[in-house]
């Protein structure tokens, strides 16, 4: 089993930064591609951003510019530093990864239970 864990989310005011982590725990042989994902209140949970096991990366059009994905291979984490947040960056903040647990076994898909980011003056 593979847990995902996020943290650093809270409330900011506009223009304002966060960083948030994801920490993969548990039966790991490697991890793919790590990605973290938002959904905002009636809405669909959309891709933010992405980056690969070779460090590539690519993001929502969105977000561009102002948020930057990267990883520490060493402890199995995620990270997505939000700067110049905007309102509309409010939304539940979900940490996904590819992980094998084996050598032998196959790749699976996995979700952390996400964290909050509000973004109000």
């Known amino acids: 089993q593979v847990q995902l864990v996020e943290s650093g989310g809270g409330s900011v005011q506009p223009g304002g930064s966060l960083r948030l982590s994801c920490a993969a725990s548990?039966?790991?042989?490697?991890?793919?591609?790590m990605a973290w994902y938002r959904q905002a209140p009636g809405k669909e949970r959309e891709l933010v951003a992405a980056?690969?096991?070779?460090?590539?990366?690519n993001y929502a059009d969105s977000v561009k510019g102002r948020f930057t994905i990267s990883r520490e291979y060493a402890k199995n984490t995620v990270y997505l530093q939000m700067n110049s947040l905007k309102p509309e960056d409010t939304a539940v903040y979900f940490c996904?990864?590819?992980?094998?647990?084996?050598?032998?076994?196959?790749?699976?898909?996995?979700w952390g239970r996400g964290t909050q980011v509000t973004v109000s003056s």
């Open positions: 996904n990864a590819f992980v094998t647990g084996s050598p032998y076994a196959g790749e699976f898909d996995y």
């Open positions: 548990g039966t790991i042989f490697s991890i793919n591609a």
């Open positions: 980056i690969g096991s070779g460090g590539n990366t």
